[in-house]
């Protein structure tokens, strides 16, 4: 028995392995190209169809002129019927056979279709369960450490604050504030709002009221049709979707683990970026949104 090299095994199953990964991709090309084929090939048995049609044609009426001439007694009526009979059979086979390879193409082409989309959706299931058991865990432990320290250090643990001592400019008084740690950038679907959004006015009082009217116009549409994706909202500032926009949000649900409303995490003044926002000393924020997660799974809890 002859060795195949580990390198090779490796590289084979390598190789199986990205044609598994892209084989949704694989089967949608190769169903597209056959649906164009099966249409090539049909067009092609259309133009061939004329003259199996006069072919029967001629042949029936042979039939019928053998069956009128008195110089055929032994054709009777009969036998025209019989051959009439034989002739539509042998030209509906012939039909067959030219629109067969179109056929059976469009099939196997529907069904590299159907293949494709079957494997994405269930790719899609696992994914969407293993974000929620994820976000599940992660909510866990939240719950744990606002149980054991109280929402405060949650807060501080999940934006990396930190208190620090400013002196005021002008009187001089010293205050304690929290503020964002420099590595920290909110959660993954957290977005600056600044002057690259198009709704962005150089007037710190205009964007705060900006801001509050999209806050409470997502509330009011949440309220209304129970659900709102981010990529809503992102629309909404002028800030551009993401992947994840387009399937995570917020769902009305009589869960009393959420919070059934859309936050900015803006106008609490949680952090010294978030007030020096509030009271207009700021030009950009950081906003980080309360969403729920995949809402598909979610929607009718």
């Known amino acids: 028995m002859r060795y195949i090299p580990d390198a090779v095994g490796r590289q084979v199953a390598r190789s199986a392995l990205l ?92 069904a590299l279709l159907v293949r494709s989309h079957n494997i994405l959706n269930k790719r899609n299931v696992a994914l969407t ?47 304690t504030v929290l503020r964002v740690g420099d590595d920290a950038d909110g959660s993954i679907y957290a977005r600056f709002f600044d002057d690259g959004s198009p709704s962005w006015n150089p007037y710190p009082e205009y964007n705060l009221i900006f801001l509050q009217a999209q806050q409470n116009y997502a509330n009011d549409m949440l309220r209304a049709r129970g659900h709102i994706f981010l990529n809503e909202v992102y629309e909404r500032l002028g800030i551009p979707h993401s992947k994840a926009g387009a399937v995570v949000g917020w769902v009305m649900s009589k869960d009393s683990n959420r919070d059934n409303y859309v936050d900015f995490g803006v106008f609490e003044g949680r952090t010294m970026m978030s007030r020096d926002f509030v009271n207009g000393h700021e030009g950009a924020i950081l906003l980080d949104f309360n969403v729920d997660g995949v809402i598909y799974d979610k929607l009718g809890n």
Request: include cysteine.
């Open 19 to 110: 044609a598994q990964k892209n084989s949704p991709g694989l089967l949608l090309g190769a169903g597209v190209v056959g649906m164009v084929g099966s249409t090539v090939l049909a067009c092609r048995a259309t133009l061939k169809m004329d003259s199996v049609l006069e072919d029967a044609k001629s042949t029936m009426d042979k039939a019928v002129v053998l069956a009128e001439d008195a110089a055929y007694p032994e054709y009777t009526e009969s036998d025209r019927q019989r051959d009439t009979t034989i002739i539509k059979v042998q030209t509906g086979v012939k039909i067959v056979r030219l629109y067969a390879p179109a056929i059976i193409v469009g099939g196997v082409s529907v």
């Open 129 to 175: 369960a293993a974000y929620g058991a994820l976000e599940k865990g992660f909510n866990q432990y939240r719950a744990r450490v606002v149980e054991k320290y109280g929402e405060d250090e949650d807060r501080n643990f999940r934006y990396g604050t930190r208190e620090v001592v400013v002196r005021d400019e002008v009187t001089g008084e010293e205050e």
